[in-house]
């Protein structure tokens, strides 16, 4: 008798856990049905825009590199350059690793000209000029942003300096924008960069891009069309996913060191088996007033 009422007790506790054990199959599978494609498209969304969101790379050293000491680097054939070519032949050559100097200077209401920490934090309305210097001959472009992932103005080449060409000479500083003509600009003081409001942009975003060859997507010499300052001063949009996709196909390796002044950055392109670019985000922030 005792055996028979231990065996009904055993098959009755056998069959609660069945019933625990597929309710709670049951619930889980109920509450996983309509979240999880969302959990995998929002992280989809999240690593696609991560792709698209531009931010500086360099890492700050406090031992500088001899931007003047040659080395034997690798050249890179890349589709993204005006002399590319599908026979990828492997070229070595001796040269400085590649390095640009950036120094922001603001504009007060003399139309002087102070340098200024570029960590610092600036008002909306600010008048803006950048001086960009490079260790070795090249093609220079500057893009502004008013996001990390919006479109970007390219504001260098310019038709305002170096003759609207942007292949520019070693150890020669560039300062941008300057020469604005008296008809479009009777104050000199307003041939300045202005940044926008905090509610439109609470950070601004300024991409310096170096390189050792042109790139068939941007321009590189800029005409004096004349029609407005704002023509003067820009050379059209470039695409974020543009913008994007020259940095993903970089192999750069960047540091950032002091430059000539205390308040000069130095970025550097430590990669010597890819040393074709520089690709640096330099990020503006403003108070909000």
Known sequence: ???????????????????????????????????????????????????TVIRPKAKPVSKKVDIRRKVTIT???????????????????????????LRLLTVNGEGKEIETNPLAAFTPGDRLR??????????????????????????FPTTL?????????????????????????????????RLASFDDAPQEYFTLIFTRDSLVDLPNDVKNTRVSLANLMSAGKLEAKTLVGLIDDSGQDLISQQGDTPYAVRIVNINPKDNEEIIETFVLGKMKH
């Open 1 to 51: 008798m005792m055996n028979t009422d231990t065996t009904q007790l055993n098959r009755a506790a056998h069959a609660r856990r069945s019933l625990v054990l597929a309710t709670g199959l049951f619930v889980a599978a109920f509450l996983a049905a309509p979240f999880a494609p969302a959990q995998i498209d929002d992280y989809s969304a999240n690593k696609q825009k991560a792709k």
């Open 161 to 193: 300096v170096n003759n609207g060409s942007n292949y520019v000479a070693a150890n020669t500083e560039y300062v941008l924008p300057r020469g604005c003509p008296a008809d479009y600009v009777p104050e000199p003081r307003d041939c300045a960069l």
């Open 75 to 101: 050249r890179v054939e890349k589709k993204s350059r005006s002399n590319y070519s599908k026979k990828r032949t492997v070229r070595r050559i001796v040269v400085p690793l590649l390095a640009a100097q």
């Open 130 to 155: 950048l001086s960009i210097k490079t260790n070795q001959r090249g093609y220079l472009y500057i893009v502004r942003q008013m996001s990390p992932d919006s479109d970007g103005e390219i504001i």
